[in-house]
């Protein structure tokens, strides 16, 4: 059990919010598959105050997605408190998340995102501000440092907390590091050692024993999952699972992958419509394929379709030959 602020959390399995990944479509289907809280991707304060209408959109939630984690991003205080202003009164958010650990240059330059990392005194205002604004409890996400000479982690989480913020996200690298390299799970354990507010760890968690490694090795509150889930919500049912039964449930099958596959490009088509979701779900058919036998060839095939009856008759058809194929080898 975790609990941020007043929102009780069923348990410790976190989806990270990732950029371009985590609308309510992926969401959706990652909760059922069990996950404790979803995160939505990050949302610009500027597109909220100025009612872009792309970034309204993105707030949308599934009321099956609770309880959510809804994500914003920003440079500056009274646009980021206004943000999170509308974000409080009008959407079913239960927390209202900031991102202080994008590492993109486009964000940064903004003095968003990672940049935050590199000034503990703006953390604390910045937070502080939107906690005193809004009545939904505020966390942050964030990296350990800016680079190896700038790890401000312990400091920072300690302005989080002095700020009002609920709990804190902790992604083991630096803003140098992107997505490369190792985590630092050693940090990640300082940091929760310095605060009294929840702290999950996130970063180099591959499987359910890492996920159970993290906790055990970082006393973190709850383990954060992001790219491992991409393509892969049994990633997320499966450490459920493991972290409270010890059980390691077995792999899906090709069947389960592209029945689950063809139901998030449904929901996508519901969100976007067909054109767009189809172009979009291209990537997400390639994650889904990922250990499925054959998928070089098929991969290259999902990138030339264009409405949904071509990549379900291929994702269908392509289930249908491994499953021929495994019994054939089975006689």
Excluded at 8 to 15: A, E, F, S
Aim: proline share 4%; with cysteine; net charge negative.
């Amino acid at each position: 059990m975790l609990k941020i602020g007043d929102v009780q959390i069923d348990n410790p399995v976190v989806l990270a919010p990732m950029a371009g990944v985590c609308n309510s479509a992926f969401r959706l289907t990652v909760k059922e598959f069990g996950a404790g809280l979803v995160c939505a991707e990050m949302v610009s304060d500027k597109g909220i105050v100025f009612q872009n209408e792309k970034s309204l959109d993105m707030l949308y939630i599934d009321d099956r997605e609770y309880p959510l984690s809804l994500q914003i991003f920003g440079g500056a205080k009274e646009t980021l408190v206004q943000a999170a202003k509308f974000v409080d009164k009008n959407t079913n958010a239960a927390i209202i998340d900031i991102n202080m650990g994008c590492p993109v240059p486009k964000i940064t330059k903004c003095d968003a995102g990672a940049k935050w990392l590199l000034d503990p005194d703006k953390i604390y205002d910045m937070v502080a501000a939107v906690v005193d604004a809004v009545d939904k409890p505020v966390t942050v996400k964030m990296r350990i440092g800016w680079d190896e000479d700038h790890i401000y982690a312990v400091k920072n989480a300690q302005m989080v907390e002095r700020a009002g913020g609920s709990a804190v996200a902790l992604h083991g690298r630096t803003r140098v590091q992107m997505y490369e390299g190792n985590a630092n799970w050693d940090i990640i354990r300082e940091v929760k050692q310095s605060i009294s507010i929840p702290l999950i760890g996130n970063g180099d968690v591959q499987t359910p024993q890492d996920a159970k490694r993290m906790l055990d090795e970082t006393g973190a509150d709850g383990v954060m999952i992001g790219r491992a889930a991409l393509g892969n919500p049994w990633m997320i049912y499966r450490t459920v699972k493991y972290l409270e039964t010890g059980e390691l449930i077995g792999e899906p099958s090709a069947r389960e992958k592209m029945d689950v596959c063809i139901l998030h490009l449904d929901r996508l088509i519901a969100l976007k419509n067909e054109h767009i979701a189809v172009r979009e779900m291209r990537k997400h058919a390639a994650w889904y394929l990922k250990g499925v036998p054959g998928n070089g060839k098929i991969r290259s095939l999902v990138n030339e379709c264009n409405t949904r009856d071509e990549l379900v008759n291929l994702l269908t058809n392509h289930a249908n030959e491994v499953e021929a194929a495994a019994q054939s080898q089975a006689v």
